[in-house]
């Protein structure tokens, strides 16, 4: 699975980006495990400890970046 550490914010493009060394793992993820059990649901947690807190400031201070943010995040989710 891959790390907090290889999912984050671009603070320039306001995407949710998974580094391209976890990509394919990460894209698999949830399809394995609901191949195990498939009432399980997976969750996407985003930020953290370790997360530019300023480039989440500045993603939620404009709407246009904050559908952005969403929008990746749904897509990342449903990857």
């Known amino acids: ?3 907090m550490s290889d999912i984050y914010l671009d603070p320039q493009t306001y995407r949710i980006t ?3 060394s976890n990509n394919a793992q990460f894209s698999q993820f949830t399809k394995t495990v609901q191949l195990k059990n498939s009432s399980v649901q997976t969750l996407l947690s985003i ?3 370790n997360s530019d807190k300023a ?5 939620a201070s404009n709407s246009a970046s904050r559908k952005t943010f969403t929008d990746s ?3 990342l989710a449903r990857s």
């Open 55 to 59: 480039a989440f400031a500045s993603m």
């Open 18 to 20: 998974v580094s391209s």
């Open 1 to 3: 699975m891959a790390e």
């Open 73 to 75: 995040s749904i897509n």
């Open 47 to 49: 930020g953290g400890g």
